[in-house]
C-alpha cells in the first residue's frame, strides 16, 4: 500500500480586491503540463520544493521561495522531493499588478529580475496576505495584499520605484476612521474605504501610516480590541463579542487581544469580574 500523501488543493475569489484569485496545495505526485496564465502568478513555497521550466530555464525554489510567472508565459510545474511542495499561490489582474506600479511610480505591467527569488520578508508579506483573504477579511486582505504587491515589486521587478505620491491629507484619515467605527463588524475593502474618502488605496495607507503609526486594517483591529475590552468588562461572553465586532471567529480575537493587552479575553474578563461567588 502506497504512503504517499494524496495532492490537495483548494482554490477561492479575494474576498476584498476584485481580479485576484488563490490557491493552497500541497501537491507531491501532480505535475502541471506546459500552460501559461492570463494572470501575475505569485507562488510562495511553504515546505518542499517545486521545480518548473521558465523562459528556457529550469527553477528549483524552497520554502520562503517565490516563484514570480508572468501573464502569457509558458510553463511547467512538479515536485522536486519526495514528500512534494506545499504552497500559496496568488492570481493577480495585469491591471491590479500595473495600479501597484503606479503606486510606486514604476511603469505599468512590470517584468520581473528573475522567476524565482529568495526573499523571506516578501514571502511572509504575501503569506499574510493569502491567510487574511483566506479568512475572508475584507479590509486585512486588500490592505495587506497591496502591501505585499509594493514590496516585491520594489525589491524584484525591472526599474526602480520613482518618487512617491503626495499622500492624502489629513481629513481623508479621520472620516476614513469614523467609516470604520461605524463598520466595525463588516469594514469595507480598501479601495471602497479609499474611494469613499476622495483618495487612493496606497496615498491612504501612507496617510495612516504617517498620521497613526498603523495601516488601515491594523488600526480596525486596533480598535475592535478595545471595543473588546468594554464588551468583556461588561460581561459580553468572548465568543459573542467576537461576532459582535467582525473577527472571524474566537480564536482570531485571541489571537489580536493577547497581542495588545498580553492575556487573552477570557482571562481579562474573569480578571476584571473576579472570582465567582457562591451563594
Same mark, same amino acid.
Given at each position: 500500500?502506497?504512503?504517499t ?135 486585512? *486582505?486588500?490592505? %495587506?495584499?497591496?502591501? =505585499?504587491?509594493?514590496?516585491? !515589486?520594489?525589491? /524584484?521587478?525591472?526599474? &526602480?520605484? @520613482? ?15 469614523e ?8 469594514p ?37 480590541v ?14 459573542? *463579542?467576537?461576532? %459582535?465586532?467582525?473577527? =472571524?471567529?474566537?480564536?482570531? !480575537?485571541?489571537? /489580536?487581544?493577547?497581542? &495588545?493587552? @498580553?492575556?487573552?479575553p ?14
Open positions: 500500500m502506497s504512503t500523501a494524496p495532492d490537495v488543493a483548494r482554490c477561492w475569489r479575494h474576498p476584498g480586491l476584485p481580479g485576484v484569485e488563490l490557491l493552497q496545495a500541497h501537491f507531491v505526485r501532480h505535475a502541471f503540463t506546459r500552460h501559461s496564465h492570463d494572470a501575475y502568478t505569485l507562488a510562495v513555497i511553504d515546505s518542499g520544493l517545486e521545480v518548473y521550466d521558465y523562459r528556457g530555464s529550469t527553477h528549483r525554489v524552497g520554502p520562503d521561495g517565490i516563484a514570480l510567472v508572468e501573464p502569457g508565459v509558458v510553463h511547467t510545474g512538479h515536485s522536486g522531493a519526495p514528500e512534494g511542495w506545499r504552497y500559496r499561490v496568488l492570481y493577480i489582474d495585469e491591471e491590479v499588478v500595473s495600479a501597484a506600479a503606479a503606486d510606486l511610480g514604476m511603469a505599468a505591467a512590470p517584468a520581473f529580475a528573475s522567476s524565482s527569488a529568495h526573499d523571506p520578508g516578501t514571502a511572509e508579506a504575501l503569506r499574510a496576505a493569502h491567510r487574511a483573504a483566506e479568512r475572508g477579511d475584507r479590509l486585512s *486582505a486588500s490592505s %495587506l495584499t497591496r502591501r =505585499a504587491l509594493h514590496l516585491l !515589486l520594489a525589491g /524584484h521587478a525591472l526599474g &526602480r520605484p @520613482g518618487g512617491a505620491p503626495t499622500p492624502a491629507p489629513h481629513r481623508s484619515v479621520d472620516r476614513a476612521r467609516i470604520l467605527r461605524e463598520r466595525l463588524a463588516d469595507p475593502p480598501l479601495e471602497e474605504l479609499a474611494a469613499a474618502v476622495d483618495a487612493s488605496p496606497f496615498s491612504l495607507v501612507r496617510a495612516f501610516q504617517r498620521s497613526l503609526g498603523l495601516p488601515p486594517h491594523a488600526y480596525l483591529n486596533d480598535l475592535r478595545r471595543r473588546a475590552r468594554r464588551l468583556l468588562a461588561d460581561g459580553v461572553p468572548p465568543a459573542e *463579542a467576537a461576532a %459582535l465586532l467582525g473577527f =472571524a471567529d474566537q480564536a482570531h !480575537l485571541t489571537r /489580536h487581544f493577547k497581542r &495588545r493587552t @498580553g492575556v487573552t477570557g482571562a481579562f474578563r474573569r480578571g476584571v469580574h473576579g472570582p465567582a461567588r457562591r451563594g
